[in-house]
């Protein structure tokens, strides 16, 4: 956990040993009051559209602040940029006027601490601001290797791990959308087929911002072939996100989540998963445990956790899904 001072729970603190400004639920909420655009009762309704689980509260408490920081944030950009352009004007090196590129907000964590639902929300939410209103989400599923791919590498239980994804082509996404291109895709993962869907890509269109969801997008690059470092796709984010909860929590999440999929989606024939519904719950849960425990879990241990001090903000689950602390990276 990122370092706090003892008895800091109800009260700011800014201890020197740490980069983050430690808050506690209270103090964020707090925040809520000095937001200048709250939600209206059909907003509310909206959002719960989304079909997500969240409670009304969470979503006023803790997402509505965290909307208004980043609105915060992306203005600040703006600003950055206008001095960027006059200093560049005034240097006469022919660069003329930089346009703008999208505010790429990283969103980290565990296989079902809640990223899905924290990066639909804040997409939501960030929308309703008229500085920015084309906010576009991708997820770095996408970038996976193919199952076929997978299983020749001797990958199939390693999926999520650093290896089992297309590390420089996800990289090479992020920096084109930082490069300002004008139209820049991604390949599409689906849950349903547990691959990558021949052929399809998805498409960004320089939206005002782009989220970016995954569990290892603050992870440093491997190292190339040749052994020399390279950059992360973390290098070219303006804002990161890590949700954070206990390890036991996540995983009782996690099944919960497979328990209601395989009432729901595991159903469809096409499901990858579909055996999952032809035995009992409990063989079908203790499938589940498995892949928590030998697959997840150590990744969350070895890959995702050691990333959390590289986040801008980071979230504090408690056992219900709600936020209990935040930190936020001093500047
Ligand atoms: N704020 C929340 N309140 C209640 N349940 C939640 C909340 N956030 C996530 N969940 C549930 O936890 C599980 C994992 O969330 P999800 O967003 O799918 O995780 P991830 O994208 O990190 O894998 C899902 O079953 C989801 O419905
Ligand atoms: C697809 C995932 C690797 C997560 O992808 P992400 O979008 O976070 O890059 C993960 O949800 C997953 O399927 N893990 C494999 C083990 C399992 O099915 O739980």
Redesign the pocket.
Do not use: L, M, P, Q
């Given at each position: 956990m990122i370092t706090s001072p003892p008895h800091s729970a109800n009260r700011r603190s800014e201890h020197p040993s740490t980069p983050y400004v430690d808050l506690s639920r209270a103090e964020w909420s707090a925040l809520r009051d000095k937001t200048p655009l709250p939600l209206s009762a059909a907003e509310v309704e909206q959002l719960r559209g989304l079909g997500?689980?969240?409670?009304l509260d969470?979503v006023r408490d803790v997402y509505l602040p965290l909307s208004r920081l980043l609105n915060l944030y992306v203005q600040a950009t703006g600003e950055l940029r206008g001095a960027l352009n006059t200093f560049l004007g005034e240097a006469g090196g022919g660069q003329g006027e930089q346009p703008g590129t999208p505010f790429v907000i990283g969103v980290a964590?565990?296989?079902?601490?809640?990223?899905?639902?924290?990066?639909r929300l804040l997409q939501a939410m960030l929308a309703r601001w008229p500085e920015h209103p084309r906010v576009e989400r991708v997820t770095t599923d996408g970038f996976l290797l193919p199952m076929k791919e997978l299983q020749a590498r001797g990958l199939m239980a390693r999926k999520g791990f650093p290896e089992s994804y297309d590390r420089r082509a996800l990289t090479r996404f992020v920096a084109d959308i930082k490069a300002g291109k004008d139209e820049v895709t991604a390949p599409v993962y689906s849950h349903l087929i547990y691959d990558i869907v021949p052929g399809e890509r998805l498409t960004v269109r320089r939206p005002d911002i782009l989220i970016v969801?995954g569990?290892n997008v603050l992870q440093p690059a491997l190292p190339g072939k040749d052994g020399r470092t390279r950059v992360g796709l973390a290098d070219y984010f303006d804002f990161s996100v890590y949700?954070d909860a206990r390890p036991e929590d996540i995983e009782r999440?996690?099944l919960?989540?497979f328990r209601?999929l395989r009432e729901t989606a595991f159903q469809n024939p096409a499901s990858y998963f579909r055996k999952y519904t032809q035995v009992s719950e409990e063989e079908a849960l203790e499938y589940a445990r498995t892949m928590w425990r030998t697959i997840n879990k150590p990744n969350l241990l070895e890959n995702v956790a050691p990333t959390r001090g590289r986040a801008t903000l980071v979230l504090r689950?408690g056992p219900?899904?709600?936020v209990q602390r935040l930190s936020l990276r001093k500047l």
């Open positions: 997500d689980v969240i409670d969470e964590g565990s296989v079902a601490v809640g990223k899905s639902t924290v990066a969801e569990i949700v999440w996690y919960n989540r209601k689950k219900d899904h709600k």
